[in-house]
């Protein structure tokens, strides 16, 4: 690997910057340098965004503190995603000739991963390759979706399960209890 010489001072600077400098506009500012520009994407600190399309990003999007997104993943427009969160999109195929997940990929299984409009992930909550999450979906903190979900959701749980939905029309949370069977 090639040696990249900068000052110290620069290196101090560009590690404040990209680790502590958690504020809109550095926010909006690292969504630009990472080629979203002009769709009002904001990156918190220590995120990393590794998408083959960049225009599957959409527009009013915030990619919160260390996340990590990995692999084909669109988010449409107006997504929150919280610190710590994870859509990997990744998928590993055991090899019985190695007796391990050394294949990269499996050509009969769409990985990608979606989020739809309005959604907001919580802190920590992981998203596994395949999933569409529906449009204006909570998905609670530490959820892992493992399967896609319909519109208006709240998913909570290891593995989510829906525990709720949300009113279209006045935004209510509309919590499902034992007695409904849900």
């Known amino acids: 690997m090639p040696q990249i010489n900068i000052s110290d ?10 680790n502590q400098s958690d504020n809109g506009p550095d926010d909006l500012l690292r969504g630009e340098l990472l080629g979203f520009g002009g769709r009002d994407v904001k990156v918190a600190p220590g995120a990393i965004i590794r998408v083959p399309d960049k225009n599957a990003i959409g527009r009013n999007i915030f990619i919160g503190l260390y996340s990590y997104l990995n692999g084909p993943v669109t ?8 610190p710590h969160c994870a ?28 989020i739809g409009r309005g959604s907001w ?11 569409k999450i529906g449009k204006a979906n909570l998905v609670c903190a530490n959820a892992v979706v493992t399967k896609s979900t319909p519109d208006y959701a709240i998913m909570a749980g ?3 399960r829906q525990v709720g ?11 499902f209890s034992k007695e409904n069977g849900k």
Do not use: M
């Not at 999109?89 to 055991?94: D, N, P, T």
């Not at 992930?121 to 999933?131: D, M």
């Open 9 to 18: 001072e620069l290196f101090e600077q560009l590690t404040q910057y990209c």
């Open 75 to 82: 988010i449409e427009d107006d997504v929150l995603i919280g």
């Open 87 to 114: 859509l990997t999109a990744g998928h590993h195929k055991f090899d019985p000739a190695t007796g391990s997940f050394s294949a990269r990929t499996n050509a009969d299984y769409d990985n990608s991963i979606v």
């Open 121 to 131: 992930l919580a802190a920590g909550v992981t998203i596994t390759a395949g999933v």
């Open 158 to 160: 290891v593995p989510a």
């Open 165 to 175: 939905h949300i009113d279209p029309v006045t935004g209510d949370y509309h919590w």
